[in-house]
């Protein structure tokens, strides 16, 4: 369902000399899904983002948000906010002073800008370190004032350089849900760029793999976790095998592997790894063809049929459980 | 990994997959590794005795260099002089003629005067010079051939760079005769030697590069990501410029005012040379005392220039801190 306040990339290419950044991608996000760009470093996410956002001219093709070609103008008149990856807060201004920066740039008046940027700040929930310097606050907290800071714009498309990239496990999990409520409230575009495939698929409405300056594979998180189209995106996105077989690549993923008796299964191995995880535990197995591959197994199916290393076993898996792969 | 995540990402045949998340993650969460420098090694010797020592060769040097002239010009400048002796004693006379004199107020202004207006020269051209090092030179490469071309002048001598003014700017001098065959000027501009004009040009040649170096440090320590997030709000190139990059280089602009302002306070060769001795400045008034043998009355000037030049290096301090920066 396309909505006039849809983000469309289109042709668009980034070069630095000779090297290609971006290679000509297409795609449409459309107005307000939670969209993750999700690659390995150097794979282009990041220079695509900085293009939607205006910090990194375009070489070739264009950024249409809400029916305009957006990709000539200033950062501040595209519609679009970001926020950056070390959060990029003014060392020398107070938090409400940061969120009221764009405010202030826009000559509103003094009420006015402290009205709206405690108004910012009850909604990420910092409105008691109003008064305080950035240095005197911790990481997420930095990070919820870089979003009331971007907010405070009311941007149709929110840009998130790896945010959470800088935040230690435990935080890193309460601010991906904060990060997911705030965009069902506000009801705009999130594109996100990160490199964890779990946080992508905690996350995204819609992932956007990336690899080699190219969109590898795009879709609703469930459909590119149940259906990788390529070997790439099964192994980055993670939990599934990419096997070879004499009819071609195909992956499967791992917990889709059952370990039954050699004869009759479709691959023979040999178990050289076993691996306790609590809820599961994950066989490695070498298979014909110097493969290896990976089963994971409940706790209980594991502990009901216990399996030493060296035994010789079949992986075996539903015919629909595997999806072939193009090359 | 996260903790509580359902699965562990498996890549089978993958084994040279050179970033998975997984890993990354790791790396993330592995705790700084700390190195600790054992106090044991400094053997029997308490923290104390061992802090002592390593502060005396520094301290000695202090006291043998700095502390120990300051306080023999302080007490000089308490003694007697007639015209063909000095004499110790502990009298206020050198202070009572100082203050008493309307010639040393005027040259006290004058000295301000030129350490104002050299201060506001060095700083719009070393800002400026700071500001397209830092934010325009792209490459670093750039930066260093460019800031080595800044040194150049001090290859020579200050008195050199100096003495190389005059021709230029003499009464038959370069400028002169240009402007003249240009028909700008129809007989020579008599100002532009030996006079104010000529002693702050001076200055400002001789101190803007000390006024570009430690902005151009402060500028080079700004993250660039703030001028992105500046232009993101919406701030045109001025206003990041007065609302960001200038507050974040305060540190650095008041380290260069410093120097330029004690430099140009205790001046006094430059004065003279560039004035045709027709200025006068306190370095001067110095200067002629130590001439004339008065080194009492010498002493007694150079303790109130030194409390004078303290005094606004404090009241700088006091609009900015610069402990961050050293």
């Known amino acids: 369902m396309r909505s006039d306040l849809d983000l469309e990339l289109v042709n668009l290419t980034k070069r630095y000399g000779d090297a290609v950044a971006v290679d000509a991608i297409n795609h449409l996000f459309n107005h307000g899904v939670y969209a993750c760009l999700l690659g390995p470093s150097g794979c282009g996410k990041s220079s695509t983002l900085r293009m939607i956002a205006g910090h990194e001219p375009v070489t070739d093709g264009s950024v249409v948000l809400g029916g305009r070609d957006i990709s000539g103008m200033p950062p501040a008149r595209r519609g679009t906010a970001m926020m950056f990856q070390s959060y990029a807060l003014f060392p020398h201004l107070t938090v409400t002073e940061n969120v009221a920066f764009s405010l202030r740039m826009k000559r509103v008046d003094a009420d006015t800008r402290r009205r709206r940027a405690l108004e910012m700040l009850d909604l990420v929930h910092m409105t008691q370190f109003a008064d305080r310097l950035p240095a005197q606050l911790s990481g997420g907290q930095q990070q919820r004032v870089a979003l009331a800071r971007a907010l405070i714009t009311e941007p149709q498309v929110l840009l998130l350089d790896e945010p959470l990239s800088a935040l230690d496990p435990f935080l890193r999990v309460r601010m991906r849900g904060e990060l997911k409520r705030l965009q069902r409230e506000l009801d705009i575009t999130f594109i996100h760029v990160t490199h964890g495939q779990d946080e992508a698929l905690a996350l995204a409405d819609e992932i956007v793999v990336m690899n080699a300056a190219r969109i590898e594979q795009a879709g609703p998180a469930r459909a590119v976790f149940d259906a990788p189209a390529t070997a790439f995106v099964a192994r980055f996105i993670g939990a599934h095998n990419v096997i070879a077989l004499p009819e071609g690549k195909v992956a499967v993923r791992s917990d889709e592997l059952k370990i039954t008796g050699p004869e009759g299964a479709r691959l023979q191995g040999r178990i050289t790894g076993v691996e306790y995880q609590g809820t599961h535990v994950a066989l490695t197995a070498a298979v014909a063809g110097d493969q290896e591959v990976t089963a994971l197994l409940t706790d209980k199916d594991f502990f009901g049929a216990p399996r030493d290393m060296g035994e010789a076993v079949g992986l075996d898996w539903d015919g629909r459980a595997a999806h072939a792969l193009r090359s | ?67 120990l002239p300051i306080v023999m010009i302080v007490i000089v400048s308490f003694w007697g002089a007639t015209e063909f002796s000095i004499y110790p004693d502990f009298q206020w006379d050198n202070y009572r003629f100082l203050f008493g004199s309307d010639v040393t107020y005027r040259v006290f202004l004058n000295t301000f005067k030129y350490a104002a207006i050299t201060w506001a020269f060095t700083l719009l051209i070393g800002f400026t010079v700071a500001y397209f090092l830092a934010f325009h030179v792209r490459t670093l490469g750039w930066q260093v051939a460019l800031f080595l071309l800044c040194t150049i002048p001090f290859w020579t001598s200050n008195i050199i760079r100096m003495i190389s003014w005059i021709p230029f700017l003499g009464r038959n001098g370069l400028a002169n005769s240009t402007l003249i065959s240009w028909g700008v000027i129809d007989e020579p501009l008599e100002w532009l030697l030996f006079s104010d004009f000529s002693v702050i040009l001076a200055f400002v040649h001789l101190y803007t590069l000390f006024m570009v170096v430690p902005i151009f440090n402060t500028m080079m320590r700004i993250d660039r990501s703030l ?20 507050p974040l280089t305060k540190p650095g602009i008041m380290i260069g005012t410093i120097f330029v302002v004690t430099l140009v306070m205790g001046d006094f060769i430059t004065v003279r040379f560039m004035s045709g001795s027709q200025s006068a400045n306190v370095g001067r008034l110095i200067s002629n005392d130590i001439g004339l043998l008065q080194y009492p009355s010498a002493s007694a000037t150079a303790v109130i220039l030194l409390i004078t030049v303290l005094m606004v290096i404090g009241i700088l301090l006091r609009f900015v801190d610069i402990r961050k920066e050293l």
């Open chain 2, 227 to 246: 001028i992105e997030a500046a232009s993101d709000a919406g701030a045109s190139g001025w206003q990041t410029l007065w609302h960001v990059v200038i």
């Open chain 2, 1 to 67: 990994m996260t903790p509580g995540a359902p699965a562990i990402p498996f890549r089978a045949g993958a084994p040279s997959s050179n970033e998975t998340p997984a890993m990354t993650d790791q790396a993330i969460a592995k705790p700084a590794v700390r190195t600790r420098v054992s106090a044991s090694r400094l053997g029997a010797l308490s923290h104390h005795a061992a802090g002592w020592l390593l502060a005396a060769p520094l301290a000695l040097v202090l006291a043998v260099f700095l502390v």
